[in-house]
């Protein structure tokens, strides 16, 4: 059985304060000297995902691509200086096919299987990733086995429907947007869903697989970013059904990443894009549904100097610099299933268990989940989503202290299907503190297992100001 944790919390505290105009600071140490590559390379990411540099130059007809680490974190390309991108910065997510699914780009999420052939036909997979797409369905009519296609994923935008066809399948749902225009935390796209198994008597076919959901990638300059080629976080395409399998499902599209660039100054005639893959197709109409679109962010004082293109302006915001990183934050870790220990870093990915169950296991298992900096006697949810069919719920209450705290809930999993187990908690604190004159009513707070959290405060109003904003205005000492 496998889990990747969510956590989402909400509280209430108040505060006050405002923002003034300061100069960005990337943060960047400068530790790995310029990046100046004059052919095409691939950057291997440490594994917090933060390349320190100097300054950034790549040059027209060089492609910049990242390797993966095992937590899979965005790339956070910091420089003390100037970033030139005369040529490619690439994070997008890869095409599923026929036998194999599409692998999202760092920080993004993969697709997922198309289903089997044989005399047991399965459905497709649903794509990883918060907006993963449907898998396809399968519906028998007379001799025919007419499969659904995969549904896109989501992110910025919705993903699209798989498609269907009347007295043979549904069509698959798209996966649906999440995050936020500010991208925080930093997180890429979500996988595609892939299409069911078909057959057409005495013919059986293989569902194509999803795409990948593009990647995430955060560039920060204290000086400047110019473009004049490329930056790309695109979702993958979704795979066809086998070479005979019209009656076989294809795979969705996978959503479009992120991207966030900083710096005191923006310019350039270059491309930024984050479009969401295609959606495999065959001949019968039992297409994949396509990913949506991913976010771009800009966030710097000077964007006079920009003249280039955006793709698509949908999923764009704007707005003066932030703070690249937020520290400090609650957080909630499943550690035990059923006295088996999560690991440091889980995949959380259908297909590859963190964590695998002895048979003798039974309904309903122990979960421990452990908190930091969370009040006791919170509760808890937890959920149990397997990769088919409906989820499962439970609750517990945190004991010990606010900064260390535990609780043991019993749920149960599917018996059928792998799962992936996602923990929430809300929480609520008393302070007197206001913003701009408006009383502070909530905070919420979210993380993503191997991601950045993020918190958001919310007045009386409902206006939400996020914890980067605050955390600038102290820094200012407008408190």
Do not use: H
């Not at 399998?245 to 005639?269: E, F, Q, T």
């Not at 004082?301 to 793709?311: C, K, M, P, S």
């Amino acid at each position: 059985m496998k889990r990747m944790l969510f956590v989402m919390m909400a509280a209430v505290i108040c505060l006050t304060g405002y923002q003034t105009a300061w100069s960005f600071e990337s943060g960047s140490t400068g530790a790995l000297g310029a990046l100046n590559p004059t052919a095409s390379t691939e950057v291997t990411l440490p594994e917090d995902g933060i390349l320190n540099y100097t300054t950034v130059n790549i040059p027209t007809g060089v492609t910049v691509t990242f390797k993966k680490n095992t937590a899979n974190t965005p790339v956070y390309m910091l420089a003390t200086s100037d970033v030139q991108i005369a040529g490619t910065v690439d994070v997008i997510g890869l095409a599923g096919g026929t036998l194999y699914n599409g692998v999202g780009g760092p920080g993004g999420f993969d697709g997922r299987n198309g289903g089997s052939a044989g005399q047991n036909i399965s459905p497709g997979g649903k794509g990883m990733g918060p907006g993963g797409g449907s898998g396809g369905s399968v519906s028998t009519n007379f001799n025919y086995s007419a499969s659904g296609g995969g549904g896109g994923g989501g992110f910025g935008e919705n993903g699209s429907k798989g498609g269907g066809q009347v007295n043979f399948s549904p069509p698959a749902s798209g996966g649906s947007s999440y995050g936020n225009t500010k991208v925080l935390p930093m997180i890429g796209g979500s996988g595609g869903g892939g299409g069911a198994g078909g057959q057409y008597s005495p013919t059986y076919n293989t569902g194509g697989f999803g795409g990948g959901g593009g990647g995430a990638i955060l560039i920060a300059s204290s000086t400047s970013i110019n473009i004049t080629g490329t930056i790309e976080a695109n979702g993958g395409n979704g795979g066809k059904s086998s070479s005979s399998g019209n009656y076989a499902g294809c795979g969705g599209g996978g959503s479009g990443g992120a991207i966030r660039l900083m710096a005191n100054k923006i310019s350039g005639s270059g491309t930024v894009t984050v479009s969401g893959g295609a959606g495999g197709s065959n001949t019968w109409g039992f297409a994949g549904g396509a990913g949506g679109a991913g976010r771009i962010r800009f966030e710097t004082t000077d964007l006079t100097g920009w003249t280039g293109t955006i793709n698509p302006m949908t999923v764009y915001s704007y707005a003066s610099p932030g703070t690249v990183f937020v520290s400090n934050l609650p957080t909630l870790t499943i550690t035990f299933v059923n006295g088996v220990n999560v690991p440091a870093t889980p995949s959380g990915k259908f297909g590859l268990p963190d964590i695998t169950l002895p048979s003798s296991a039974t309904n309903p298992v122990t979960v421990i989940v452990n908190g930091a900096n969370i009040p006791v006697n919170s509760q808890v949810t937890l959920t149990s989503v397997p990769e088919y069919g409906a989820s499962t719920n439970a609750a517990g209450t945190l004991s010990g202290t606010d900064a260390s705290s535990t609780t043991s809930i019993s749920i149960t999993l599917s018996t059928l299907y792998q799962c992936i187990l996602v923990a929430q908690a809300t929480f609520t604190i008393q302070q007197a503190m206001y913003w701009d004159d408006e009383k502070i009513e909530k905070v919420r707070v979210a993380a993503t297992m191997g991601k950045e959290s993020e918190i958001v405060y919310i007045t009386e109003s409902g206006k939400e100001i996020k914890a980067e904003l605050l955390a600038k205005a102290i820094t200012d000492s407008k408190f």
